[in-house]
T-cell receptor, first 110, second 109 residues
């Protein structure tokens, strides 16, 4: 089927720690892959995306690489900040349909 | 540049009441979506519209109806609200990426 699976949270890290949030997908065809971020009380915003295999999306110090061989798009950041506290959603699309993971809540403590 | 605008932001309904959530986008997108967000469930697609005049059921359509009034507007109607429909509702539109509204927090008591 078509789905997105991401690691469950919540995740709590100290400031400047390394972050990884795992995401894997199943899909027919060659989807585009996305990470969205949701800050408290707001809608989802695009964080980064990759449209083909081996592409690396990056933004605000976050990175994710489209790995077709492992059907993964793991989100990483080398040094998190308190302001990164949010819920992160992995997503894929095929054509005009978007499919989202369940979200991973991240809290960064000073 | 407003993007995707949803109204209202908050709403409390009694069981059995009806209401319509409004959504409009100013980006000339063909595709529009309604999602609900519940704790531990992520975003679940309620209905989807690929273009003006077309709508398709998503993962959780029961208890909802939609209208794609024109290219800009895509409304979601609850005919007889139930407590299980207490949720945060997001409208989105897309072209290569999805753009989201700020959400409507609905409580059904």
């Amino acid at each position: 089927g078509n789905s997105v699976t991401q690691m469950e949270g919540p995740v709590t890290l100290s400031e400047e720690a390394f972050l990884t949030i795992n995401c894997t997908y199943t899909a027919t065809g060659y989807p585009s892959l996305f990470w969205y971020v949701q800050y408290p009380g707001e809608g989802l915003q695009l964080l980064l995306k990759a449209t083909k295999a081996d592409d690396k999306g990056s933004n605000k110090g976050f990175e994710a690489t489209y790995r077709k061989e492992t059907t993964s798009f793991h989100l990483e950041k080398g040094s998190v900040q308190v302001s990164d506290s949010a819920v992160y959603f992995c997503a894929r699309n095929t054509g005009n349909q978007f499919y989202f993971g369940t979200g991973t809540s991240l809290t960064v403590i000073p | 540049n407003a993007g995707v605008t949803q109204t209202p932001k908050f709403q409390v309904l009694k069981t059995g009441q009806s209401m319509t959530l409004q959504c409009a986008q100013d980006m000339n997108h063909n595709s529009m979506y309604w999602y609900r967000q519940d704790p531990g469930m992520g975003l679940r697609l309620i209905y989807y519209s690929a273009s003006e005049g077309t709508t398709d059921k998503g993962e959780v359509p029961n208890g909802y109806n939609v209208s794609r009034l024109n290219k800009r507007e895509f409304s979601l109607r609850l005919e007889s609200a139930a407590p299980s429909q207490t949720s945060v509702y997001f409208c989105a539109s897309s072209y290569r990426r999805a753009f989201f509204g700020q959400g409507t927090r609905l409580t059904v008591v």
